[in-house]
């Protein structure tokens, strides 16, 4: 969210401290500014956000999300692990590329190439799987228990 102070566009960051607990079931914005309020509220109605004022404290209510919304949140946790197991992977072939250009320059031997090769994927096999993991622990918290469910049913690719 921006607002317009001054003639100078501020996000809601500068203006307060936004607090989310997952057990509970609204967000705590803390203002910093007491006139900046109004502002504010005005923004998070048109948001359509159920707001109760308590002070400087803006607790907004969340509002309850589809099974649609939600993945479109675990999609993006998907593609999210998707690029980091890629970048892993450019980590585990540089060492292998070092060791190849090694041996062409005699510094080592078939065999310290190959021993460097086979423990390159050992450290990424076991990193993905924990990725995986991590991941999968991650998209069963934002899907609670009945949408877990139907997901692990509806995709071909869940983990």
């Not at 892993?88 to 070092?98: D, F, G, N, S, V």
């Not at 994927?121 to 993905?128: A, S």
């Amino acid at each position: 969210m921006r607002f317009n102070i001054n003639n100078r566009y501020r996000k809601i960051t500068d203006l307060a401290e936004v607090k989310n607990k997952v057990s509970e079931n609204f967000f705590k914005i803390v203002v910093f500014n007491t006139d900046y309020i109004e502002l504010i509220l005005v923004e998070l109605e048109n948001l359509k956000l159920k707001v109760e004022v308590d002070g400087q404290f803006l607790n907004i209510i969340k509002p309850k999300l589809t099974f649609n919304q939600i993945m479109t949140l675990v999609d993006e946790l998907e593609k999210n692990k998707n690029k980091f197991i890629s970048k892993c992977t450019k980590a585990k072939l540089e060492p292998i590329l070092r060791a190849k250009n090694a041996i062409e320059n005699d510094f080592i031997d078939q065999v310290k190439s190959r021993e460097i090769s086979f423990n390159c994927q050992k450290i990424f096999d076991e990193k993905e799987k924990e990725i995986n993991k991590i991941t999968s622990n991650k998209i069963k918290k934002i899907l609670g228990k009945d949408y877990y469910e139907k997901y692990l049913n509806e995709s071909p690719n869940a983990i």
